[in-house]
């Protein structure tokens, strides 16, 4: 079955510790994002891309870093920057170009500093 | 920038109540989508409306998109424990990321 999978779906990171969120889709998904998720709150976006080897920052990039080589992948890493790292991180994907399709998100990772 | 606002903010209805949730964007909007996030879940694409006016059927939920196009609605007739969850609306900006509202938590008392 196509689908995204990220990985892992817990994390723990000390202080100071840089960490890579994995997300991997079979979809044939042109564009992908990741948003961040705070307990009771919205979806805010982090960073997305639209094209492989292409990615542009959301609204709350600072502490976060991406990379998109391959159509199938767009980790993220969340850096030592980022004071706040606890959340719930989601990764979605929906085919190209400005048509409207729903985005399919993946499960997600929760990530906690300790 | 755009923004998209949803009330309430949390229901808590007794099963069998009905259960509305609106959501309002800043800026006209081409289409809007909502989605559900069970509890522990991750959110799950319902539907999308395009047209000014379009009232959409999925079995006990209604959804509706206003003539101008700046609000939506959602209307869950008759809730069941399985409705519990979180209902986002989400519209695109210019560049055709979606922006998601804040979200409407449902509890459902059995």
């Known amino acids: 079955d196509g689908g995204i999978t990220q990985s892992p779906k817990y994390l723990f990171r000390k202080e100071g510790q840089n960490v890579t969120l994995s997300c991997e889709q079979n979809l044939n998904h042109d564009a992908m994002y990741w948003y961040r998720q705070d307990p009771g709150q919205g979806l805010r976006l982090i960073y997305y891309?639209?094209?492989?080897?292409?990615?542009q920052k959301g609204d709350i990039a600072e502490g976060y870093s991406v990379s998109r080589e391959k159509k199938e992948s767009f980790p993220l890493t969340v850096t030592s920057a980022q004071k706040n790292p606890t959340a719930f991180y989601l990764c979605?994907?929906?085919?190209?170009?400005?048509?409207?399709?729903?985005?399919?998100f993946g499960s997600g990772t929760r990530l906690t500093v300790v | 920038g755009q923004q998209v606002m949803q009330i309430p903010q949390y229901q808590h209805v007794q099963e069998g109540e009905d259960f509305t949730t609106y959501c309002n964007s800043s800026?006209?909007?081409?289409?809007i989508q909502w989605y559900k996030q069970r509890p522990g879940g991750h959110p799950v694409f319902l539907i999308q409306l395009v047209k000014s006016g379009e009232v959409k059927k999925q079995k006990r939920l209604t959804f509706q998109f206003g003539e101008a196009k700046k609000n939506s609605s959602l209307h869950i007739t008759a809730t069941q424990t399985t409705d519990v969850g979180t209902y986002f609306c989400a519209g695109p900006d210019s560049s055709y990321k979606l922006i998601f509202g804040s979200g409407t938590r449902l509890l459902v008392r059995p």
């Open positions: 979605a994907s929906k085919p190209g170009g400005p048509a409207n399709y729903g985005y399919t």
């Open positions: 891309s639209q094209i492989v080897n292409d990615f």
């Open positions: 800026t006209t909007l081409s289409n």
